[in-house]
């Protein structure tokens, strides 16, 4: 059983920056891509951001480009994401999650087989 484990959400205001964390059990982690999705309120969520299990292939959602910055570091197991120039419709939980084994899409959250708990990001204007 994979746990992902989401940290370093808060409350920031406009222009500001958070790192956000995945902390992840199990010794396959890896092997596995990784990514970050989001979620707020009344909409689905949405594909944020994705790294392969090396780190040498990286994908961002268009809004996001130029601001945020996935990485990995396998001796750790974990993941991040560094959110730069807040702004208030970043505003949402984001959730990490592994990407099925096999899976050739990082941008759809059916090929993403765990997810974790969530973390709240709220940008304030």
């Known amino acids: 059983q994979v746990q992902l484990v989401e940290s370093g959400g808060g409350l920031v205001q406009t222009g500001g920056s958070l790192r956000l964390s995945c902390a992840a059990s199990?010794?396959?982690?890896?092997?596995?891509?990784m990514g970050w999705f989001r979620q707020a309120p009344g909409k689905e969520r949405e594909f944020v951001a994705a790294?392969?299990?090396?780190?040498?292939?990286?994908l961002y959602a268009y809004s996001v480009k130029g601001r945020f910055t996935i990485s990995r570091d396998n001796a750790k197991n974990t993941v991040y994401l560094q959110m730069n120039s807040l702004k208030p419709e970043d505003t949402a939980v984001y959730y990490c999650?592994?990407?099925?084994?096999?899976?050739?899409?990082?941008?759809?959250?059916?090929?993403?087989?765990?997810w974790g708990q969530g973390t709240q990001v709220t940008v304030s204007s």
């Open positions: 199990g010794r396959t982690f890896s092997s596995y891509a």
């Open positions: 790294i392969s299990w090396s780190g040498g292939s990286i």
């Open positions: 999650a592994r990407v099925s084994y096999g899976s050739s899409s990082y941008t759809r959250a059916a090929e993403y087989d765990y």
